[in-house]
């Protein structure tokens, strides 16, 4: 037996399983091998070895929602800002109900065209399929990005730039900001990113 296996390991250049007699005996087998024999040897814990992988991966999702969703409660709070900035400086005393609606969905669309090249309704006229709005399928880096240039927009609309010189400079700012946080390698993304508008 022990030569049949010395003249397989030859013959196959095989590197899984080595069987010696050594100081104590015993048998050398990569782990793959040995969970795929153990597997074999026993339903049991080949049910367990998978409903474990399966709860393993359901963890590591569930922090990566919980990391989204943090990005996007602070997208959302720093919209305040945001839009405090637009009523304080854009929208004029005497306007009706509808016409702030409008300068407002006007100013979040600078951000969107800044970051993705697209305004909302043409992200809603090319997914009608999808529920939401685009900034529901962002990525993590995406949201920090989007994050960061609402409070630069502010900061913008106080020194009265006009909305054309603010979305040139947000979107030179959205592509340094998102080029930085992609060739970071300490930054894993949790989805795949939507393309960014350069």
């Avoid at 920090?144 to 054309?164: H, P, T």
């Amino acid at each position: 037996m022990l030569w049949n296996s010395i003249r397989w390991i030859q013959k196959t250049n095989a590197i899984g399983i080595r069987s010696s007699a050594g100081r104590y005996g015993g048998t050398f087998a990569h782990r793959d091998i040995s969970f795929e024999f153990a597997t074999w040897l026993s339903p049991e814990f080949k049910l367990y070895l998978i409903k474990e992988f399966q709860r393993l991966k359901q963890e590591e999702n569930k922090k990566l929602e919980l990391g989204w969703d943090i990005k996007r409660q602070l997208t959302k709070i720093n919209y305040r800002i945001h839009t405090n900035s637009i009523q304080e400086n854009l929208i004029p005393l005497m306007v009706t109900k509808k016409q702030a609606i409008i300068i407002y969905a006007s100013e979040a669309d600078i951000l969107n065209v800044a970051l993705f090249g697209k305004t909302a309704k043409d992200w809603r006229d090319e997914n009608k399929r999808k529920e939401g709005n685009i900034r529901d399928y962002c990525d993590v880096t995406q949201l920090v990005v989007l994050a960061n240039l609402e409070g630069i927009n502010d900061e913008l609309i106080r020194q009265k730039l006009s909305q054309s010189e603010r979305l040139i400079k947000l979107n030179e700012i959205a592509i340094i900001q998102m080029k930085a946080l992609i060739n970071n390698s300490s930054i894993k993304p949790d989805k795949t990113p939507m393309p960014c508008w350069n």
